[in-house]
């Protein structure tokens, strides 16, 4: 419920906030779109500040404290803004009705509160993923059971979050009631704090870890100091604490030996030099354990992986940008009822819903028959699924925007095509979202090592964070090259005489490289394996 009213919140800032740019502040088309995306960006760039703090230093329970605070004080901020300094006249920012220039104050509060959000709710968000998964007990398998089903309904919330302000609030803010909108947001996210720090009680807690960056430092270093000498082919062989000396006081499990990235098993070899004085056996900058190790190589493999999944980010943060602005230059009138454009989003929301219900029930049980599968497909296979459907939107959007631009009359007048014919592309996002998105918080969380269990769902956030800054890297790259003297280009201020189908048509084709390579690196990667011997200590911070 916590995770749901802050997305309700978020969402009915960040859905209709490039109309927001364009009808407010008085931005256009490739601004707006830039301004988002800069924005998007930087909400989950935070998210790795927030990781970091939460494993480090804070703790899960903490971190989600502290930066919900800071949420909530950024949408307090914006909607005084908004009220006092931004729209005026009051109830300005409709299709009708222009408002006053912006102030600079105004226009200074905006940025900061906005910005204010972004940081708030990033960092809250890879910490309450990460707690949420730390309410079950991996070595309980009715519990283990549960851990599995709770990402997809971790993401389920998500979505049934968004839905009053992809319905209700984008419906008011379209109309003009931008400061009710903005206070409605306010308040959401107060009452999902009142909710957390009431659960206080009954959370499981775990030890933060200590600062990851320290002990992949000295991982690299010993092995670098080590660059000479030969690591021995068998894992038993390198240096690992033993029985008596038990990883349960720093709350992580040991690490299996793997044979991939054989060179930083260098940090772990015990030389001579080490037998003979004993005080280097004890320096970590010297010699490292193969937990230790492995936890470097965890990380480095998951990279590519990673890396991949950001141009399917580029696709999605389509929706929050070039979707609407494509959705206001159809029409938006069904009979005597007006659709805001970024009401359209609602469809992505029932898609999520609809396969998120159509996967765990009906597709889990089919894959895991023909697969041996108990999960159906795996993580790696999910997102190479999302990847493909992720693809499949861009192609339908590129030729819906071909039939749009057919059927315009006028330059200055929007097409008769109906937004509706938005809906597939849409809901093909969403059916993307069910099958890349819930598969990488499991895959990246289930993956990441005990230390750094934030970092990997932060993974996810930032995947989408890059994918944002892509986005405005390819509309200005993409608006310098095709727009000139006598060139409108393909994303212009009037999209009615641009080729916006060209773009999403490029968006489609680099999904279909990011693939290839996809699949590379899916082939080649190897998971990691646990001791089975070693169960997970549930140490208690003190909060």
């Not at 070595?139 to 049934?160: G, H, I, M, Q």
């Not at 009401?343 to 894959?367: E, G, K, Q, T, W």
């Amino acid at each position: 419920v916590n995770y749901a009213l802050v997305t309700c919140a978020f969402f009915g800032v960040g859905v209709n906030l490039v109309v927001f740019l364009r009808r407010v502040l008085h931005q256009d088309n490739a601004e707006a779109a830039n301004s988002i995306s800069k924005w998007t960006g930087t909400v989950y760039i935070f998210s790795l500040i927030g990781a970091f703090m939460s494993d480090s230093y804070w703790g899960r329970y903490i971190t989600c404290a502290i930066f919900q605070m800071i949420y909530v004080t950024g949408l307090v901020i914006l909607s005084l803004a908004s009220w006092f300094l931004l729209v005026k006249p009051t109830g300005c920012g409709d299709v009708e009705t222009h408002c006053d220039p912006p102030s600079a104050a105004g226009v200074a509060l905006f940025y900061l509160s906005t910005y204010m959000i972004a940081f708030g709710n990033g960092g809250y968000q890879p910490s309450i993923a990460t707690l949420g998964s730390d309410q079950f007990d991996e070595t309980d398998p009715d519990e283990a059971r549960s851990k599995v089903a709770f990402f997809s309904y971790f993401y389920l919330a998500l979505n049934v979050g968004s839905i009053f302000s992809n319905t209700v609030l984008v419906y008011y803010e379209d109309a003009g009631q931008w400061v009710m909108g903005f206070w409605v947001s306010a308040g959401a996210a107060a009452l999902a704090l009142v909710l957390f720090l009431l659960g206080t009680p009954n959370y499981r807690y775990f030890k933060p870890t200590g600062n990851p960056l320290t002990r992949i430092a000295q991982v690299l270093v010993a092995a670098c100091r080590k660059w000479r000498d030969h690591a021995p082919t068998r894992g038993e062989l390198l240096h690992e604490l033993d029985g008596n000396e038990s990883y349960k006081e720093s709350g992580i499990r040991k690490i299996m030996h793997s044979d991939q990235l054989r060179y930083l098993d260098k940090a772990a070899t015990v030389t001579e030099e080490d037998y003979c004085e004993p005080e280097r056996m004890k320096d970590p900058w010297r010699l490292c354990t193969v937990t230790q190790v492995e936890e470097v190589k965890c990380i480095l493999k998951m990279l590519p992986i990673w890396m991949c999944t950001i141009v399917y980010s580029v696709v999605f943060t389509q929706m929050a940008s070039l979707f609407v602005e494509q959705g206001t230059t159809m029409d938006t009138n069904i009979g005597s009822f007006h659709v805001p454009a970024a009401s359209m989003s609602v469809f992505d929301i029932l898609s999520v819903l609809a396969f998120i219900a159509i996967y765990r029930r009906v597709l889990v049980p089919v894959m895991a028959r023909l697969s041996g599968n108990p999960q159906g497909l795996t993580e790696l296979q999910r997102m190479g699924v999302g990847l493909v459907i992720g693809m499949g939107a861009m192609v339908v959007a590129g030729v819906v925007e071909v039939e749009r631009l057919k059927r315009v009359a006028a330059p200055d007048q929007p097409s008769s095509l109906s937004v509706l014919w938005q809906v597939p592309q849409y809901a093909l996002i969403g059916a993307s979202e069910v099958f890349m998105y819930v598969g990488q918080l499991e895959f990246f969380n289930g993956q990441a090592p005990d230390g750094v269990k934030s970092f990997g769902s932060s993974l996810c956030m930032a995947s989408i964070s890059l994918g944002n800054y892509v986005s405005i890297m390819l509309v200005s790259v993409v608006t310098s090259l095709t727009a000139g003297d006598k060139r409108p280009g393909w994303i212009p201020g009037n999209l009615n005489s641009g080729h916006l189908d060209r773009f999403y048509f490029l968006l489609a084709a680099l999904s279909l490289v990011d693939l290839a390579v996809y699949v590379a690196c899916a082939m080649w990667y190897k998971g990691i394996k646990l001791d089975s011997n070693e169960e997970k200590g549930k140490v208690p911070v003190h909060v």
